[in-house]
Each structure stands twice: as C-alpha cells, then as structure tokens.
C-alpha cells in the first residue's frame, strides 16, 4: 500500500487519506485530509460561516499550509488582491514563485466544510 507522511501530524498515511493536489510533485497535498481539516477548522480568517458551495484554496509557503479560505479570505490573510490570488490558482500561476507560494485548489469531492 502506498503511503505519504504528512507534514502536519507527521504519521505515515494510505494515499488515499490525502487530497489531491496537482501542484505538488506526488500529486498530493502535504497535508492529510484530517490535518487540512482541522486547520480549516482553527485557522479560518474572517467569519466561521462559509457557503458550502465556494470553492476553497489552500496557501502553502514552501511545504508549510498557511491558510485555507476561498480566494478573498486568501486574499486579506495575505494582504493581496483577489486577482492574485486567482492567478496562483492557476495550473500556469502555481508553480513556486519568488516568494515561495502556491495556492492550491481543494478538489470539490473532498470533504474539507465544516
Ligand atoms: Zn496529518
């Protein structure tokens, strides 16, 4: 069985218990579903209450999960433009950059709302 550690909890997972992610060199995100999760749950900028229906992003800065919101809460936890935001988004726009950050795309049949 395959397996990824993830960067948060740091246990040795089942791929399968990881996002997808095609960004990331392993096509997954660093982090375990449960870790996005509960990020998502304690980190959220902004109000607690999110229609389930906006798509959500998460920022990482080199491995590291910043933050995960939909691309306005990206784009003030960063002090950015929206637009910015979008275009990191972007399979063109989400290679590193500079800075060190990606924005990655949380695949819709995931359960990360809360
Ligand atoms: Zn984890």
Redesign the pocket.
Known sequence: MKTKA?F??K?ELPVERFSKCRGQKDGLHS??K??VKDYHRSHRPGKPETPKRLKLYALYKGDTLECIGTCKELARWQGCDERTIRWYATPWGSTRHDNGITVYPIDEDEEVSI
Do not use: V
């Open positions: 993830c948060k909890c246990q982090y375990c449960e870790c």
